[in-house]
Nanobody
Framework: QVQLVESGGGLVQAGGSLRLSCAAS????????MGWFRQVPGKEREFVAT????????AYVDSAKGRFTISRDNAKNTVYLQMNSLKPEDTAVYYC????????????????WGQGTQVTVSS
């Protein structure tokens, strides 16, 4: 049974930073991608960033490039999302996900999801 546990969300002022963590357990992850998505009420879940566990290759949504960094700690089976220069439009529930799908920018590529962590950026 795969478990993903997120932490690190909270309230921050615009321009501030937060680091989200996602601790994974239950299986080996060498062939999988770990992704971060976000969702606001009434909208579809949006891709934010992904990292391929085996070699660390990453991808980002355009709005996150230059501000967010996804990374992994193999020893801890943990993925991080460092978010800098936060904007009010980054406010959302952030979810981490694990999956082996061929389209890692889409939610459908991920089989396992965390419970979500709220990020609120005030103006």
């Amino acid at each position: 049974q795969v478990q993903l546990v997120e932490s690190g969300g909270g309230l921050v002022q615009a321009g501030g930073s937060l680091r989200l963590s996602c601790a994974a357990s239950g299986r080996t992850f060498g062939r999988y991608n770990m992704g971060w998505f976000r969702q606001v009420p009434g909208k579809e879940r949006e891709f934010v960033a992904t990292i391929r566990w085996s070699d660390g290759i990453t991808a980002y949504v355009d709005s996150a490039k230059g501000r967010f960094t996804i990374s992994r700690d193999n020893a801890k089976n943990t993925v991080y999302l460092q978010m800098n220069s936060l904007k009010p439009e980054d406010t959302a529930v952030y979810y981490c996900a694990l999956g082996g799908g061929l389209t890692p920018l889409r939610p459908s590529a991920y089989a396992y999801w965390g419970q979500g962590t709220q990020v609120t950026v005030s103006s």
